[in-house]
């Protein structure tokens, strides 16, 4: 009697992952596919289903070495649901077996943005910046595509939490100073906040201080550990000629680095804008205990000194 032949999509599916178990990756992946012909013939808009059905072809591609069709699976199932973790981390394994380190980087901080206890994405990012240190050098991640920001409903840290707290993640400055410092960043948190920052500074390049200001802020969110972050932001702060907001940066990255040379010298100049020359110019003095020979600190000094006289 011959064998009975799956008939619904749900039965080629198990029929498929039954396959895959007993490592027959090709025969899985042609009952993929005719689940996906199955479910496009129906005219089914259940995005999900075929999502898994792209993601799991995408994995036998993967296991028989064939790294550009389970990309091209894995961005189709992610295109149908967006930040989907499997179809993530299977197109970046093959982003790195075809030496396209940038891009698997990219996938792997994706992931750990979703949940930073992923093990094989932790390891994965581990991997890929010794790589793209080793390639490009100090500057490896201006080589970097730009990261996506996983909507804060993606993120599995906030399942547990209720739904007031995913409101309002970046938007108050005090709020993302207060729950910053009440938990210690993950690798994850602080991959991503290293990424918004370096887009923060990729506005400012182009003039753009308030969007810069979102970016830095948000990157602030995720980790409120490096001081530069807080002085670029005063950088912006003092170019919209906010002078108490540029203070308050320049004051929060003292705390951390207290030789950051930029924060002495925009403090300063928020000082001088504000009329508070004293402490102007008791910051272009402790400016100058470290860079005796800082040129614009100088001029600023005079100018300061014939404020006071």
């Not at 025969?27 to 993929?32: D, F, P, V």
């Amino acid at each position: 009697m011959a064998p009975i032949l799956p008939e619904s999509v749900e039965e080629l599916r198990a029929t498929g992952n039954q396959s895959f178990r007993n490592g027959q990756f090709a025969e899985a992946a042609t009952l993929y596919s005719r689940a996906l012909r199955m479910l496009q013939e129906q005219g089914s808009s259940d995005p999900e289903k075929e999502s898994v059905l792209y993601s799991n072809r995408a994995a036998c591609h993967l296991k028989d070495g064939n790294c550009t069709d389970c990309i091209k699976d894995c961005t189709s199932a992610l295109a149908l649901v967006p930040f989907s973790m499997k179809p993530l981390l299977r197109r970046a394994s093959a982003y790195e077996a075809l030496e396209k380190y940038p891009l698997a980087y990219v996938d792997y901080v994706t992931v750990l943005q979703i949940d930073d206890s992923v093990t094989s994405a932790l390891e994965g990012s581990s991997r890929m910046t010794r790589t793209l240190m080793d390639s490009f050098g100090p500057e490896w991640r201006l080589k970097l595509p730009s990261i996506p920001l996983v909507p804060v409903s993606s993120q599995k840290r906030w399942e547990c939490l209720p739904l007031e707290n995913h409101k309002e993640t970046s938007k108050s400055k005090s709020k993302e100073t207060t729950t910053a410092k009440s938990r210690v960043p993950s690798a994850g948190d602080v991959e991503r906040a290293r990424a918004l920052k370096e887009e923060g500074n990729e506005l400012v390049k182009k003039g753009n201080h308030k969007q810069a200001i979102e970016k830095y802020s948000e990157s602030l969110w995720f980790s409120n550990l490096e001081s530069a972050t807080y002085s670029n932001r005063a950088l912006c702060h003092l170019q919209l000629k906010q002078f108490q907001e540029a203070v308050k940066d320049c004051t929060e990255a003292l705390r951390l680095d207290g030789k950051n040379v930029k924060a002495f010298y925009r403090r300063a100049q928020a000082y001088k804008a504000l009329k508070d020359f004293r402490s102007s110019f008791a910051d272009i003095d402790s400016l100058l205990e470290i860079e005796p020979r800082n040129g614009p600190a100088r001029k600023l000094r005079q100018e300061v000194n014939r404020s006071l006289n």
